[in-house]
């Protein structure tokens, strides 16, 4: 099996992990092995996990790194990071790289329903188990459907386009990709159709509701730093304003020092920062990589070295 994924911000990301060739790393969203290769390259004597929960992923990255001592391919959920060391013998790493959001392999493979482009069972499971979203589309109540569309794609036309989806379904079950992109696009105002594709933020919001993609994230930052070694850095790809705004308040809450007042004199609650960022302000890509990779123009990747525990 070919799976297709440009790693994005590779040469940033590498760098940022600062690798010890004697260390252990952890890549908790492998995919088809391009960053790990980077990670694994830099590697003597160290051990490298790369996680993935997509069985696609698993299969390229078993036969990729298949026979190499120093890698461990593991299927889990990167949320599930530290169960997966601890049943490995290990209780911490010098680092931990997390790439999140959907890979080009699972945008471009049809079938897998990811993509409003083409026409296809109505899908989005990364891990290929579970609820789809056809199953949400056709079940979810006219209020969750709001929720979901305003919180996870930041929907304006939210209630429009619920109200559509109910009308639809109510005809026949709505179960393809071209079906729902047809009946968002209906939804909006005429005037902004021509704007970016109507049906971008929806499929975004169901598919971090299929995947529960920030209730992982949480899960897995926190599970990441927990086994950061002091000095062990963490890195994140992010690719939209949620996923970021986690990473950016996890980062700056780990690295925090005194809380007291503003007003007292001296600091008496001793608390002491846990973390220190690598750079201030996320790294993006370069106008070289936008041009070979246009799916590289939202990424920013935020990395943080670890102090102490918290």
Known sequence: MEFSHKPVLLDETIASLHIDPEGIYIDGTAGGGGHSSAIRAQLHGGRLICIDQDPDAIEVLTSRFGGDEHVTVVKANFSAMQEVAGSLGISRVN????????????????????????????????????????????????????????????????????????????????????????????????????????????????????????????????????????????????FHSLEDRMVKQRMAKWCQGCVCPKDFPVCVCGKTPAAKLVSR??????????????????????????????
């Open 95 to 238: 680092g931990v790289l997390l790439d999140i959001g959907v890979s080009s392999h699972q945008l471009d493979t049809a079938q897998r329903g990811f993509s409003y482009h083409t026409d296809a069972p109505l899908d989005m499971r990364m891990s290929q188990s579970g609820r789809s979203a056809a199953d949400l589309v056709n079940e979810l109540s006219f209020g969750e459907l709001v929720r979901i569309l305003s919180l996870y794609g930041e929907e304006k036309f939210a209630k429009n386009i619920a109200r559509a989806i109910e009308r639809e379904r109510a005809v026949q079950p709505i179960t393809t990709t071209l079906r729902l992109a047809e009946i968002v696009k209906s939804a909006y105002p005429p005037a902004k159709r021509h704007d970016k594709h109507p049906a971008r933020k929806t499929f975004q919001a169901l598919r971090i509701a299929v995947n529960g993609e920030l209730d992982r994230l949480s899960e897995g930052l926190d599970g990441a730093f927990s086994l950061l070694s002091p000095g062990g850095r963490l890195s994140v790809i992010t």
């Open 281 to 310: 302000k996320p790294q993006e890509a370069s106008s070289e990589e936008l041009a070979e990779n246009p799916r590289s123009r939202s990424a920013k990747l935020r990395c943080c070295e670890k102090i102490k525990e918290l």
